[in-house]
């Protein structure tokens, strides 16, 4: 079955440090596309990166950048100099072929002053 | 650019009742999907609409129905409600197939 999997349910992590948030993925489509998003305590949203499976380059957003390792089927995302609004719950997902899009179960990021 | 603008923000029901709630998506987005997000089973494609056409649905009950207009605004309909029905519902647009969706703000749906 299709599935995304985060391992890390929490972090703790001091702030201007660089975090690593970890996603693995499951799929058999040759075609698919990798999302995370960030959910403040506030409930609603944020798109942060995309990474098509074609890619050829890591994806990279300001502070964001994606580590794509197509054959061992992970897409941990890297913050580069964590702030304090930061902190929220991180969502991997993973747009499939019939353009399903399915989310892991989240990683609460706590950045520490 | 006004974003995706779900409403209501809240909203309170006793068991039985029906629901609907709004999606207005992105200016010129055709795709407009919903989620329920709950704490135990985190986030839960329930349908996708594009073009007015119901092009996806997940593994929701019959209970769950929604549309879509032809300014692709869409809307999500709950009837006879449960309990478990108690979540953050989720809408998101984007322009299309493999483009990132952009999220409203939710609406919590309380049911008594």
């Known amino acids: 079955a299709q599935k995304i999997t985060q391992t890390q349910p929490g972090m703790f992590v001091q702030e201007k440090e660089a975090v690593t948030l970890d996603c693995t993925y499951d799929?058999?489509?040759?075609?698919?596309?990798l999302f995370w998003y960030k959910q403040p305590s506030s409930g609603e949203m944020i798109f942060l990166i995309y990474?098509?499976?074609?890619?050829?380059q890591n994806a990279t957003e300001g502070r964001y950048s994606l580590n794509f390792q197509k054959a061992r089927k992970s897409a941990n995302l890297v913050i580069s100099a964590s702030q304090l609004g930061d902190s929220a719950m991180y969502f991997c997902?993973?747009?499939?072929?019939?353009?399903?899009?399915?989310f892991g179960k989240g990683t609460r990021l706590h950045i520490l002053p | 650019k006004a974003g995706v603008t779900q409403t209501p923000r809240y909203l309170i029901k006793t068991r039985g009742q029906q629901v609907t709630l709004s999606c207005s998506p992105i200016?010129?987005?055709?795709?407009v999907s919903w989620y329920q997000q709950t704490p135990g089973q985190g986030l839960q494609f329930l349908f996708e609409?594009?073009?007015?056409?119901?092009?996806n649905k997940g593994n929701f009950p019959g209970r769950f129905s929604g549309r879509q207009f032809s300014n692709s605004r869409s809307e999500m309909n709950v009837s006879t409600l449960e309990l478990g029905d108690s979540a953050l519902y989720l809408c998101?647009?984007?322009?299309?197939?493999?483009?990132?969706?952009?999220f409203g703000d939710g609406t919590r749906l309380s049911i008594l």
């Open positions: 998101a647009s984007s322009l299309g197939q493999g483009q990132p969706q952009h």
């Open positions: 799929t058999s489509d040759p075609s698919y596309g």
């Open positions: 990474q098509g499976s074609y890619d050829q």
């Open positions: 997902a993973m747009r499939r072929r019939d353009d399903k899009i399915i």
């Open positions: 200016s010129g987005h055709r795709s």
């Open positions: 609409y594009f073009s007015e056409t119901q092009r």
